[in-house]
Antibody, heavy 118, light 112 residues
Framework: EVQLVESGGGLVQPGGSLRLSCTAS????????MQWVRRPPGRGLVWVSM????????DYAGSVKGRFTISRDNAKNTLFLQMNNVGPDDTAVYYC???????????WGQGARVTVSS | DIVMTQSPLSLSVTPGQPASISCKSS???????????LHWYLQKPGQSPQLLIY???NRFSGVPDRFSGSGSGTDFTLKISRVEAEDVGVYYC?????????FGQGTRLDIK
């Protein structure tokens, strides 16, 4: 059974940093594209970032480029999202997703809530 | 950037009745490889989103056959043949090959 378990969410001050983790099981993590999607409160889903199976290819939404970094540790079946210089617009539930090809998000984690507030 | 526009943004349906959601893209979604990477997701209250339909018309594993997808080019539709109480939530279309990846605004379905 595929499982994606996010951790690392919480309250962070504007300008601060946070690192989200997503531990995967039940599939060949090292062979799978992975992505992050977020849902701000009261709004719809927003794509954040993607990473290739070997970690060599990444892409970001314009709103987070230069501030967020996606990475992975295939030995530990773990996906990361390093969030720096966060602002109120980064407040959201962040979902880790398993990409079945062409952003077919077949499985989603339970979500990690991030709140940016002073 | 591609823009995905859904309509209606909300609908209220009597159980057993059909429902339809439209999704229009700002440019054709036909990829050069001949595929169209238009997917539909549902986020039920208190749950993570789930994949319903991929590549326009393919139901994901375990999705009831009352859900169907159709369309081509820039116009796509998700249909529920007979709405059930468990279908409440927010439905999203999404284009999976563009950069950046684009979601529609979401359509909230509730039960009358």
């Amino acid at each position: 059974e595929v499982q994606l378990v996010e951790s690392g969410g919480g309250l962070v001050q504007p300008g601060g940093s946070l690192r989200l983790s997503c531990t995967a099981s039940g599939f060949t993590f090292s062979g799978t594209w992975m992505q992050w999607v977020r849902r701000p409160p009261g709004r719809g889903l927003v794509w954040v970032s993607m990473i290739s199976p070997d970690g060599g290819g990444t892409d970001y939404a314009g709103s987070v480029k230069g501030r967020f970094t996606i990475s992975r540790d295939n030995a530990k079946n773990t996906l990361f999202l390093q969030m720096n210089n966060v602002g109120p617009d980064d407040t959201a539930v962040y979902y880790c997703t398993k990409d079945g090809g062409w952003s077919r998000f077949e499985h989603w984690g339970q979500g990690a809530r991030v709140t940016v507030s002073s | 950037d591609i823009v995905m526009t859904q309509s209606p943004l909300s609908l209220s349906v009597t159980p057993g009745q059909p429902a339809s959601i439209s999704c229009k893209s700002s440019r054709s979604l036909l990829h050069s490889n001949g595929h169209t990477f238009l997917h539909w997701y549902l986020q039920k209250p208190g749950q993570s989103p789930q994949l319903l339909i991929y590549e326009v018309s393919n139901r994901f594993s375990g999705v009831p056959d009352r859900f169907s997808g159709s369309g081509s080019g820039t116009d796509f539709t998700l249909k529920i043949s007979r709405v059930e109480a468990e279908d409440v939530g927010v439905y999203y279309c999404m284009e999976g090959s563009s950069q950046p990846i684009a979601f529609g605004q979401g359509t909230r379905l509730d039960i009358k």
